[in-house]
């Protein structure tokens, strides 16, 4: 049995609708964690050029989107950007398109800008599959597609993989933190991507007095500091409970922004673990992560990329600036968190804007623990820190093939 996949360099892809220049212009990221299995059970898996696909057999052309190109008011069908060869195919054959979105978790967002396409597309939503990096992101799409009345036969296929952190780690597997080096501050902190949470984040650390503690960078959009403050008085203006606060500390970095560490670009997307010197974690005594999304007013599922694994990686305790429940969930994947010495009250916190406050006090209280104790601390967390970074580098194949959709890919075997 061959499980196909089109090899799309083989073919024409116009317009900008997904990135194929990406990570999957070679196999796509899921294949290897399904490889194992799939060779068990006598597949092969197999990237074909168009004119070598078997037609009569299922086959998959699997592209990551640029997921902002989504976002727009459709009035042509986005099957055109495929030759007509290809489009006949997905449309009235038996390709299927994977909407591979794995190294993010964008739900609800994506959900309305694919079923906007799909109103003037001529294929069939059961052709779609739309792979995303979040926890439980099905749970999600049934609650949209009730509260949008879209009936069986319209819904598109979901699935979830959340590995993206485990890519490029075999090569970080001797990595060695340098702890006999001084602590200079308190915590570490990169908002490269000057969203919105990031932004409002920063500006309550400023006013709170805490960036002298830290390293802490924020990237700057358009090169236009009015812009952020345009968009937190937008964002935060129906709470209106820390507004006041954050806007008084926008007004101090406003000044200063970019935000930098070193002299890494920040225009430029800084995946790869090793893009920011282990000095940075070597003084310090602590991470706070800003994930890509926090807010439940943006996005309701919990994801997890790079950023929350490069603590763990450098053997450093962290917290999390995420959606509710994510320490919860990374304590369900099989690692330990810090409530020992950490207040993970925050992560139970279901308000953004309670959150993010619980949050930025925690850290202030974290930053005022003198040097000695935060010493004796960390060979306190020492077992904690080696088995998450152990617990990372061995989360293999097995477990995130069995706990992801990625088993239920057999069904498109031919």
């Excluded at 490029?168 to 990595?175: I, R, T, V, W």
């Excluded at 930025?360 to 005022?368: F, I, P, S, Y």
């Excluded at 060979?379 to 088995?387: I, S």
Aim: charged share 25%.
């Amino acid at each position: 049995m061959i499980f196909q996949i089109l090899d799309h360099v083989t073919t024409t892809i116009t317009g900008d609708f997904f990135n194929l220049t990406a990570h999957d212009s070679g196999y796509p990221y899921w294949v290897p964690f399904i490889t194992p299995y799939f060779e068990q059970a006598g597949i092969e898996i197999r990237k074909v050029p168009f004119e070598m696909l078997d037609l009569s057999k299922p086959w998959i052309l699997s592209l990551p989107p640029k997921g902002w190109q989504w976002e727009r008011n459709w009035d042509d069908d986005f099957m055109n950007v495929f030759s007509p060869q290809v489009k006949n195919e997905l449309v009235k054959g038996n390709g299927y398109l994977m909407i591979n979105h794995e190294a993010e978790s964008f739900t609800r967002d994506t959900f309305k800008n694919i079923h906007s396409a799909l109103h003037v597309s001529k294929i069939n939503p059961k052709k779609i599959i739309y792979l995303v990096g979040a926890i439980n992101p099905e749970d999600e799409y049934k609650k949209f597609t009730d509260e949008y009345g879209i009936p069986y036969e319209k819904q598109i296929k979901i699935m979830s993989s959340f590995h993206v952190h485990r890519r490029d780690f075999p090569k970080y597997e001797k990595l060695e933190t340098a702890t006999n080096i001084k602590k200079d501050k308190k915590f570490l902190s990169l908002n490269r991507v000057p969203r919105w949470h990031r932004v409002a984040m920063v500006s309550l650390l400023a006013k709170h007095k805490l960036l002298d503690y830290g390293y802490v960078s924020l990237g700057l959009d358009f090169n236009n500091p009015a812009y952020h403050k345009f968009h937190i008085k937008e964002k935060i203006y129906e709470f209106n409970k820390l507004y006041s606060d954050i806007d008084e500390g926008y007004n101090e970095i406003k000044p200063y922004l970019p935000l930098k560490v070193d002299d890494v670009n920040l225009n430029v997307n800084q995946y790869a673990i090793d893009s920011l010197p282990s000095i940075f974690y070597d003084k310090t005594y602590f991470s706070l992560v800003s994930s890509t999304m926090a807010l439940k007013v943006e996005e309701p599922c919990v994801g997890f990329t790079e950023k929350e694994m490069r603590p763990i990686l450098y053997k450093q305790p962290f917290l999390i600036h995420n959606l509710p429940y994510a320490l919860k969930h990374l304590r369900k994947m099989g690692f330990l968190t810090f409530n020992k010495w950490i207040d993970e009250s925050y992560d139970t916190e279901e308000d953004d804007i309670v959150r993010l406050e619980k949050l930025v006090l925690e850290v202030k209280r974290l930053c005022l623990i003198p040097d000695n104790k935060w010493e004796q601390m960390l060979k306190e967390m020492h077992p904690v820190l080696c088995y998450n970074y152990n617990i990372l580098l061995k989360y293999n194949r097995e477990h995130i093939f069995f706990h992801s959709d990625l088993k239920n890919l057999i069904e498109y075997v031919a």
